[in-house]
């Protein structure tokens, strides 16, 4: 009877314990609600009703119009029949894997030299600085400056000029704007990507490079049968998270361009549509854009959760 | 084959592949010393221009600084040439956003982390799945409902608005609760609940010391992302005195074309990069273990 008693009273006291917890998390799902839940909802609710600032002060709807505003975002404006969603997400699409490729490109070579015991690299901590540093920079002051950079009387255009050359506006051309914002991503990413990617190399088993270099293998043949292979959930793990950051892409163009999208509206993203729909307060059409992009990365992060959780 | 010519072909095989490491070594080097100089290059044009006048900017490019740093720190600070450009009050809304958002971000983070790993409670699993799920939705998504919402109940132009939602950090969330199931036995809290500690004591005096690791990395982290953050502060604040740096730098874009003194426009961005630059160079080694820890399982 005693016993049970105790037991019934050691059983209490842990309860009353575990109230703390919920007590604990209340705060954060608090302020997640009404911060980020509620909005989010809100967002996908307002996509499908007709709801906008027509002039100041005057608003029109809200009226329930189901699908319309998807279905308008897929009609073509005007009469040269482009797509304004398609051609901002083609844009996107473009000037990430511009970027991403040399930065995935790069970030694999300098993470297979800094593991490398063979080549045992000098240095590594003042390389990694220097490659990491353009990540911590504001995105914004990073676009201003390479818009000082390449500008018309910028360094370098007083070079071409001093040799010779004329006047190249780069920030009026198609091609040579998506360029620089796809360096300017690579530039402050090409660093994290490496140091992520050598943290997956190093948790490769050492001994398996330790056999291979035994049997005589190659530095090549070590990297394409041991390191590409064991890396490849990570690699994924990386590529996939870079093109979900690389969809919602919006500092760079947006400063480099002055929001513009310049020249044509030929670098303009799927963020910056959204900015520029929801900056003239049409609550409707800027959440079915928001809907569409969500939808996109949804389902580039269920790969990710697929493949993180595989092994 | 006899010996000899056995230990003749091994030198010889010996002496290729210390020539072949040499080469690598060469080749390896002097793609990193490219990528090196490529990297600091723009840092260097930046500090360089910062020196120079509006005069000389616009004239010829030279790799050597000027005399005019002085003279555009002060123009920048004092008599600034663009008029979206407030220095003091940027500087001061940046720190105030940037500084509260990460002090709640890794508090309650911590909190949360703790609360989940330590206490069994009803529906502890779901709660802490509900969290990893939500950490994959982008924040954007909310952007509209936010604006929304800060529109009808007329909180935009607040620099509260851009701090509290700080407290629900997932991914601080989830690195603090990694760190915990590391490094706290849960011995220890028995232990402190034996001294009569109450449990918010307990975690105010006993967990988030022994978490002084985990909270000074996301302390950064959180400290630069809010202080880089332009999306959502661009949104919400139009109000020239509470505009934070990002802002600031983004109207200064829009303004730039020929009105304003170049020179200053260097000091600008150099002042803005500056703070994190400094802090980043003092503690580059636990930051850059810090990536890793967060954003790759296991």
Known sequence: ??????????????????????????????????????????????????????????????NFIGFQNYVNLFKPIDSSGTIDILKYFGNTTIMWIVGALPQFLIALILAVMFTS???????????????????????????????QVFGRVGPINQIIVMNGGNTVDFLRQKTSVRALIAMTNF???????????????????????????????????????????????????????????????????QILTAGQGTPDFTSKTIVMFINEVLRAKDYGKSGAISMILFIITGILSLIVYKITNKD | MTNV????????????????????????????????VFCLSFFYVLVINSTKSNDELNSVFSLLPSKYFFENLIG?????????????????NSLIVALLSSVLTCYFSSLTAYGVYAYNFKGKRIIAAFILAIMMIPSQLASVGFLKIAVDLRITDQLWVLIVPSIAAPATYFYMHQYLKATLPLELIEASRMDGSNEFMTFNRIVLPIMKPALAVQMIFSFVASWNNYYMPGLLIEDDNKTTLPIMLGLLRSDAIGKVDNGQIWMVILLSILPVVIVYLILSRSIIKGVTSGSVKG
């Open chain 1, 1 to 62: 009877m005693k016993a049970i008693s105790l037991e019934r009273k050691e059983k209490k006291k842990k309860v009353t314990y575990d109230r703390w917890g919920l007590y604990f998390i209340i705060p954060f799902f608090v302020v997640y609600f009404l911060f980020t839940l509620i909005p989010q909802l809100l967002t996908i609710f307002y996509s499908f009703f007709e709801y906008y600032r027509k002039t100041v002060g005057v608003y029109i709807g809200p």
């Open chain 1, 117 to 147: 015991t063979r080549l045992n690299v000098k240095g590594q901590g003042f390389f990694k600085t220097v490659f990491y540093l353009p990540n911590v920079i504001m995105a914004s002051a990073f676009s201003l400056l390479i818009f």
């Open chain 1, 187 to 253: 530039v402050m990413w090409f660093g994290n990507t490496t140091i992520v990617l050598m943290a997956g190399i190093q948790g490769i088993d050492e001994s398996l490079f330790e056999s291979a270099r035994i049997d005589g293998a190659s530095s090549f043949k070590v990297f394409k049968d041991i390191t590409m292979p064991l890396l490849k959930p990570i690699f994924i793990y990386c590529f996939i998270t870079s093109m979900i950051g690389g969809l919602q892409m919006f500092d760079v163009p």
């Open chain 2, 5 to 36: 010519s056995k230990s003749v072909v091994d030198n010889n095989k010996n002496r290729n592949a210390k020539i072949k490491l040499i080469i690598e070594r060469i080749i390896s080097y002097s793609f990193l010393i490219v990528l090196t």
């Open chain 2, 76 to 92: 920048a600070l004092f008599h600034p040439t663009s008029q979206y450009v407030n220095i003091f009050s940027g500087f001061k």
